[in-house]
């Protein structure tokens, strides 16, 4: 790794010093490295929201990127830290399921529990593991360090039951709004994958969803394919459904929340 490249994933926000923090530790471990602020926005303690965050991110960062990431509201309990290593990254995250997304999509994933102490800062807080345990691992890790010395291999690590669509029959695909950014778009669970075998060779035209009692038909290409104001629904650049309302807000002005349940229905031809 000639020159190392960590991003960061967290719920701190940029008011408070946490994040410079975690890059000072960092930094004081290995100074060529590189640092990317995935996202410090995540809402806080959400850790379905981090996992897809960092899920639908990491495979845009060159091979050998550390994705460092921490929403962690078990700080300090018996948690255990995990090192995750796939084919071409390396994940630090608490074990409460937010690499779930990432153990869902590689193929090839072995994972440590981080116990090796002598790389932590001392003395350790209870209640800032990112600063104390998480970043200096990182920086450590940045530096070439072999991974087997930060702990012993692991199985049951915590994986989220992270939501999935579902059929129902033939003509109706159920899902659930995972996310809203700042845009007010709602993200739904709803993928390609999800579309293409309900489709059946139908084109995206031919479908209806269903949200909140709005219905749309069709789906854009993109979000100017709508008239200014209108309710459209879209394939995103991570590739998931979501829901908009062209040079509005969505979430506002339909008082769609994660969880909302929407669905897909194939029109009559």
Partial sequence: MDTPLITLTTDFGAKDPFVGIMKGVILGIEPRVRIVDLTHEIAPQNVTEAALALGTSYRYFPPWTIHLAVVDPMVGSARRPLLAVTDQHYFL???NGLLSLVFEREESVHVRHVTAEHYFLQPMSATFHARDLF???????????????????????????????RRI????????????????NATTNITWSDLEPFLAGRAEKDCLVVLK?????????????????ALGAVLGSAGYLEIFVYRGNAAERWGIRPGDEVAVLLSEK
């Fill in 135 to 165: 970043a200096p691992v990182a920086g450590w890790l940045a530096r070439g360090i072999d991974i087997s010395v930060f702990g012993e291999e692991v199985e049951n690590y915590v994986r989220l039951d992270l939501p999935h669509p």
């Fill in 213 to 229: 009692g709005q219905q749309i038909a069709g789906l854009s290409r993109f979000y100017a394919e709508r008239e200014e104001g």
């Fill in 169 to 184: 029959g033939k003509e109706i695909l159920e899902g659930r709004v995972i996310s809203i950014d700042r845009f007010g």
């Fill in 93 to 95: 995250a608490p074990d």
